[in-house]
């Protein structure tokens, strides 16, 4: 491990507050793609199974930020034990319950699921220098790649064996032993405060990451949709984790160097890059070339992450730290289903490569966003 990333873990209690988040986000990572699983597996649809998984991430959406208000007010450790129970329950319900009950069960989960990665932020953003965090925050997107690669394939790997109530259940033990170790961290938790009100300006922040989600939400769809009418259904997955991989590459080397231009600046830098490199996917005539595409593009993906973390940690009161962090994953996560949404209807009727016109779309959104930012 480099010496950058070896200085923030060696701060007293850093690395067990990230090594515990990191386990829970894996947990979060398989949730989704679990009820899934588990709800066809028991159904026999996949309509009821969406619906499960849908209450379960519009309920995550919804109630992030009014739980993060809760941290920032009582502080991680006093409101960590009560959600972390409250979705272990809810879990246990989703498992046993028959399908319509399993279903509110599933938004029950979504509802009291801890935004790990939030708190985790918080954590970086209260003990570090502002010179320091740039490094801690690509640790995390580190992490979270990591995550979200390995994540869907453990539970596909249960799922197609015939074990998709474990695999549930070991997303559930993640979520609920990574939130518990949290709890019991005092030491590194940032202390309770007043509540406060997140500045006007922090609606850039949300806009910001509307459109970093348009763009996940774009791809997601669109590279199934594109593999599935070339004839390579099967293209699909290999294409997805080149991406992810090379995400996770970008992120760890990003963290590596010291940039002293402004953060608004590299920003605007990386929205530019991905612009231009996304007006690739959309001329992509084969699933090779659409893989060559996605490995440029998603290299662009930590780094504007760090930045929208780092930028938003200097544009808020700490007071409302956890609130901000959470504010942009959930921004984050409304621009994708309404992204999923629009590029599978494009998909439908105008075929894979008008649905990708999306991603270029929203990286230039983020472009101009960015570019409206204040300096300093």
Do not use: K
């Not at 220098?129 to 690509?138: E, K, N, Q």
């Not at 199934?224 to 699909?236: I, L, N, Q, Y």
């Not at 894979?352 to 101009?368: G, I």
């Amino acid at each position: 491990m480099s010496s950058g990333y070896r200085s923030v873990l060696r701060v007293p209690g850093a690395a067990a507050f990230f090594f515990t988040a990191a386990a829970g986000r894996a947990g979060i990572a398989m949730t989704g793609l679990g009820l899934l699983w588990l709800l066809h597996a028991r159904t026999g649809s996949y309509g009821t199974a969406g619906v499960a998984t849908a209450g379960f991430a519009l309920a995550e959406a919804a109630s992030g930020p009014r739980l993060a208000r809760l941290v920032d007010r009582f502080g991680q450790t006093r409101v960590l034990p009560f959600s972390v129970a409250a979705h272990g329950i809810a879990i246990a319900g989703v498992l046993t319950a028959p399908a319509p009950a399993a279903i509110a069960f599933a938004a029950c989960a979504g509802a009291a699921v801890p935004q790990l990665g939030a708190l985790s932020a918080a954590r970086w953003a209260h003990l570090l220098r502002a010179a320091d965090l740039t490094t801690a925050f690509s640790l995390e997107s580190v992490a979270n790649a990591t995550a979200f690669l390995l994540g869907p394939v453990v539970v596909t790997a249960l799922g197609a064996a015939g074990y998709a109530p474990l695999a549930s259940a070991l997303a559930a033990a993640l979520i609920v032993g990574g939130g518990a170790a949290l709890a019991v961290q005092h030491r590194t938790a940032p202390p309770p405060a007043r509540p406060a009100p997140l500045r006007p300006g922090f609606v850039r922040f949300a806009l910001l990451n509307s459109a970093v989600g348009l763009y996940f939400g774009t791809m997601g769809v669109s590279v199934s949709a594109f593999a599935t009418e070339h004839g390579v259904p099967g293209a699909a997955a290999p294409i997805v984790a080149a991406g992810s991989i090379a995400g996770l590459v970008s992120g760890w080397c990003y963290g590596l160097r010291r940039c002293h231009a402004p953060a608004r600046l590299q920003l605007i830098a990386a929205a530019a890059y991905l612009t231009a490199t996304a007006l690739l996917l959309p001329l992509a005539p084969s699933a090779l070339w659409l893989g060559a595409a996605v490995v440029v593009t998603e290299a662009a993906i930590p780094p504007t992450l760090v930045l929208l973390n780092v930028l938003t940690e200097r544009a808020v009161d700490p007071a409302v730290r956890t609130r901000a962090f959470t504010w942009n994953n959930s921004t984050s996560a409304a621009g994708s289903a309404l992204a999923a949404f629009l590029a599978g209807h494009t998909a439908d009727v105008l075929g894979a490569s008008a649905a990708f016109a999306f991603a270029p779309a929203a990286a230039l959104a983020l472009f101009a966003l960015a570019a409206t930012l204040p300096s300093g």
